[in-house]
């Protein structure tokens, strides 16, 4: 996920109030924890403000219910709910609290000592980091796990895979959080959770791992993509849920554990992944008391199945647990096989039974005579089983609502609910009562997200919730529901994309990707309606493109646009869906023939729904993909066609793009004249913007990008200082805004082949390992390829006689996946290198090659090069006059594209062999004028080994003389 940087404001005296180790700043909307922010909700923060205030006093419910929804009926449930996220956020689960208490049918009182003071606050704290998005809340008040953590934590210091299995509902998730909280120091890198059970379909499994590791790019070597991101990396990966997946996830686990990467992997499971060095650990149900013990409060909640009872019971109800339900507890306990979240289902109804009212109810609906079983239920049906009787004490509105919800494969909000719920004939208030009641009965989480609430069903409960929804009428129209409301969203995500700070913006909307996709796929089902997953792959366009969900997107688009043709469809829906595709491909690890029918489509479809903005689009992107491929004049073609729209709609934003590309194209075929003057009308115009809208992130973006097309250039003009400015430049302002992409472009396209060319090795170095560290981020196979031939380039010039192979391998990887632009030049180096070898036949080969590349693809910028390395090479051979035609025919190519450099190596060479041939003179008539435009770059290798020629020459001739 891509994050803004923050700089810190001043600081600004606030009135604070002290408690532990928190600090609550009312005037600021803010609750710190050790000076870091805590995320509250809007109403617990007016709960924690009013509490605070009053502290000592007992708070009614109605002074609360006034505070945090003022002028607004609401009912007891929304109040029960936010106390308990409150209390959550706190920390303060225990039997006794600590900050909260309950008073009895009455309201709330703050009991922990208060420090009431002013104090410094920064205008912009700093954040706590954020956990991965697919990660839930940290657990807190853990009961009777202690020692299976300490354990774990310990075993995965010497193994490398864990796999917790357990039955459903036995605490394997809540356990591999608590390993990550208490041990995360131990991971250089951090811990990543990745929660499976927002995906249904194992062939998404790469997908959740991508997602939540936030590698971006072109995925498609998937698994191997994986890998390689945490191969360098010490880090903690949680795989939760793994059953439903399993065979990817053996797959996955197995590869890991061949691989060299230090991180550790810990799965959870209902059984063992299978591999070879998987450690297993089976986790067990909480202790409980055997029957008739007779046990007092204070020896009951010595087992944690008992005290996890309590705690839950009392957070919920004014329940006081007291010596004459220890018995009844235990034995519901017992029954339910200390199986944890059957435990809390049961817990959740106290208030409504007492604990000797529960264990009958328990045992007539799920039929187990407590004190004379015999035999135990398998876990799986006892927890089942709980909840089954959990739903059957639901009010006929409560299990519609619960039913429904199902339709969610991750968290949801209010409005979401609401939304879903009209499939149920459901009403807004309804919903609100209904959520707060299932939320105290233990069948959905809720969350402080912001100023609202995050609900989220639990894996078992979501399961038997989508078996209740499965074959009633509302089911179907409750998936129709999801679909209309994630396209709402995402159409709501393109308005805001150009206005909320991007940060906030992609945790808000890569957040719900899990229902994004699952939408995407009932609407592209057998039951499901193709219009509406045409409508929302649109929508989705804009948050695969801004988090670079490549391999995703690009597979959902095709499905899209495949339907789009076929039914009646806009077509500008169909242009905007081609264009996505056509850059989806267009960063595929293969340049296809599907790429130039998905450009051909986009022109098509815009040109008829007489959209200028889209046309010129697609005409761009189809233009860079022909650059791609080594198309220049075809390339120039189209570019011409986009510009010459540019009077027809002013305000589009892709007119400078096409101007920039065409400019890009007039360099590649040699038209260095028509290039220069309008990139450098567009430097001039696109300042390096400093604040975080939208708009400005845009001005970065085409500050970035001309900034990588202006070096190649400016170095071949002779202007390699300001060239390696321009790139570095580039580079950084990318670095700054987390432009990884643009960034990863760059290094590619300037800061790489610019240090290349002028000999700065310690700057090659330094983008080489960007770029490699980039990719991680944001993988993209073709730059993977340019990282591998520059990384090779530099072992060469460092030394490293076996490197040239790499060179070449390089190369045929780019060949390979059609990514030909600047290949002449790559093998240009190549032949070079071969030849400092002494591998003539070799040099000739790769220098061949590399002519016939250029003269196919109309790259005349690189002719004068090819020409001169040509040249070394025959004069190597002792081919002196063939090689002397070659050098005057490069340079007098180079002089015609006015590129300085290339006439200066050329003079340089020429004149060296002049030099050892007795044509002094000849040699610095030749040189010195040229070495004389040049006025900078002086330190680089070009100009440097000019220089020193002509003084080597004139010590010669000066010496000759006397």
Avoid at 299 to 319: G, I, M
Avoid at 408 to 425: I, L, W
Avoid at 657 to 670: M, S, T, V
Wanted: proline residues 3%; charged residues 25%; hydrophobic residues 45%.
């Amino acid at each position: 996920m891509r994050t803004a940087t923050k700089e810190l404001g001043a600081a600004r005296q606030e009135l604070t109030f002290s408690f532990g180790p928190f600090r609550l700043v009312p005037g600021r909307q803010l609750l710190l924890l050790d000076e870091r922010p805590v995320k509250l909700g809007g109403r617990a923060f007016e709960l924690l403000r009013l509490l605070v205030q009053r502290r000592g006093e007992l708070v009614s419910k109605n002074d609360l219910t006034a505070a945090a929804w003022p002028g607004t009926y609401v009912h007891d449930s929304n109040l029960k709910v936010n106390m308990w996220s409150l209390r959550r956020s706190l920390g303060d689960t225990q039997i006794e609290p600590v900050y909260i208490a309950t008073v009895a049918r009455r309201g709330y009182k703050f009991i922990a000592d208060v420090r009431v003071g002013i104090g410094d606050i920064e205008e912009e704290p700093t954040p706590a980091d954020p956990p991965p998005l697919t990660q839930p809340p940290l657990p807190r008040g853990i009961v009777g796990r202690e020692a299976d953590i300490a354990a774990i934590a310990d075993l995965l210091a010497e193994d490398r895979h864990i796999t917790l299995a357990g039955a459903g509902g036995i605490g394997k998730t809540t356990v591999a959080l608590a390993v990550a909280q208490a041990h995360a120091s131990r991971y250089r890198d951090g811990v990543c959770f990745v929660d499976l059970t927002t995906i249904s379909d194992p062939t998404l499994f790469g997908a959740a791992l991508v997602t939540a590791l936030g590698i971006r790019g072109n995925t498609d070597v998937g698994l191997a993509a994986v890998l390689d991101y945490l191969r360098p990396r010490q880090m903690l990966l949680i795989l939760d849920n793994c059953e439903h997946v399993l065979p990817a996830a053996t797959i996955f686990a197995s590869k890991f554990m061949t691989d060299t990467s230090p991180s550790r992997l810990l799965a959870t499971s209902r059984e063992p992944l299978g591999t070879t060095l998987e450690h297993v650990i089976r986790l067990g149900s909480l202790s409980f008391p055997s029957f008739g013990l007779g046990l007092s409060v204070d020896q009951a909640v010595r087992f944690p199945a008992v005290e996890l009872f309590v705690r839950r019971a009392t957070e919920w109800s004014d329940y006081e647990f007291v010596d004459d339900d220890c018995n009844a507890i235990a034995t519901i306990c017992h029954s339910l096989d200390g199986l944890p979240l059957a435990i809390e289902l049961a817990a959740a109804q106290i208030g409504r039974f007492t604990p000797r009212e529960l264990l009958v109810n328990l045992d007539q609906k799920l039929g187990f005579a407590a004190a004379s079983i015999a035999v135990s239920l398998p876990r799986h049906e006892t927890l089942m089983a709980t909840i089954e009787w959990s739903y059957r004490l639901l009010s006929q509105k409560e299990a519609r609502l619960f039913a429904v919800l199902s339709v969610f494969s991750d968290g949801f909000e209010h409005d979401d609910a609401v939304f879903v719920a009209d499939a149920a004939g459901l009403t807004p208030i309804d919903v609100v009562t209904a959520l707060g009641s299932l939320v105290a009965k233990s069948l959905l989480s809720a969350q402080a997200r912001g100023a609202s609430l995050r609900y989220r069903l639990l894996d078992s409960t979501r399961r038997y919730a989508a078996e209740r929804c499965r074959g009633d009428p509302a089911c179907d129209s409750a998936m129709r529901r999801h679909a209309e409301r994630m396209i709402a969203l995402f159409e709501q995500s393109e308005e805001e994309w150009n206005w909320r700070e991007p940060a906030d913006w992609t945790e808000r909307y890569l957040g719900r990707i899990a229902d994004l996709r699952s939408a995407l796929s009932w609407s592209f089902g057998e039951q499901g309606d193709p219009m509406l997953g045409i409508r929302l792959a649109v929508a989705a366009i804009t948050l695969w493109s801004e988090t670079s969900i490549l391999s995703e997107a690009q597979a959902r688009l095709e499905v899209a646009l495949a339907l789009a043709k076929c039914v009646p469809c806009d077509d500008l829906s169909k242009a905007k869906l081609a264009c996505a595709l056509g850059w989806s491909l267009f960063y595929a690890r293969k340049s296809s023939n599907e790429n130039e029918v998905a450009w051909l489509d986009a022109i098509a479809f815009a040109t008829r729904a007489g959209n200028v903005d889209y046309q010129q689009r697609a005409l761009v992107g189809f233009a860079f993909y022909l650059l791609q491929i080594g198309e220049i004049a075809r390339a120039i073609t189209y570019l011409e066609q986009a510009t010459s729209l540019a009077g027809r709609d002013p305000d589009s934003t892709a007119t400078s793009e096409a101007d920039r590309a065409l400019a890009w194209a007039h360099a590649f075929a040699g038209e260095l004249g028509k290039s220069r003057p309008v990139l450098d009308r567009l430097a001039s115009t696109h300042s390096l913007a400093q604040g975080r809208s939208r708009k400005d992130a845009n001005e970065v973006y085409r500050f970035i990008t001309v900034r990588f097309n202006l070096p190649f250039v400016a170095w071949m003009q002779g202007q390699a200082d300001y060239a390696a400015k321009l790139a570095r430049d580039a580079v950084d302002a990318a670095d700054r805004g987390g432009h990884w992409v643009s960034q990863s472009n760059a290094l590619g396209l300037a800061a790489l082949p610019i240090s290349l060319e002028i000999g700065d090795l310690d700057a090659l170095a330094f983008f080489t390992e960007r770029l490699r560290r980039n990719l991680e981020r944001e993988r993209i196979s073709r730059w993977v390829s340019v990282e591998r031939y520059f990384s090779a380039c530099l072992r060469n010039l460092r030394g490293d006689r076996r490197a040239v192979e790499d060179i070449r391998d390089a190369i045929d990887e780019l060949i390979e996946c059609r990514f030909l632009m600047r290949i002449g030049s790559y093998l240009a180096f190549l032949a070079r290198a071969y030849l400092r070898q002494g591998r003539v036949a070799e040099a000739r080969d790769a220098v061949r090659r590399a002519i016939a590349y250029q003269e196919r693809q109309g790259e005349r910028w690189c002719r004068s090069e090819l020409l001169r390395v040509n040249a070394s090479i025959f004069l190597h051979a002792g081919e002196t006059v063939r090689a002397e035609k070659l050098f005057k025919q490069a340079l007098a190519e180079a002089r015609a594209i006015g590129a300085l450099t290339f006439a200066l190596r050329t003079a340089t060479d020429l004149a060296a062999h002049w030099a050892t041939t007795g044509r002094e003179k000849d040699a610095v008539q030749l040189l010195a004028p040229i070495f004389g435009e040049f006025t900078e770059g002086f330190g680089t290798q070009d100009l440097v080994r000019a220089s020193r020629l002509l003084t080597e020459i004139e010590d010669a001739t000066s010496g000759g003389a006397s």
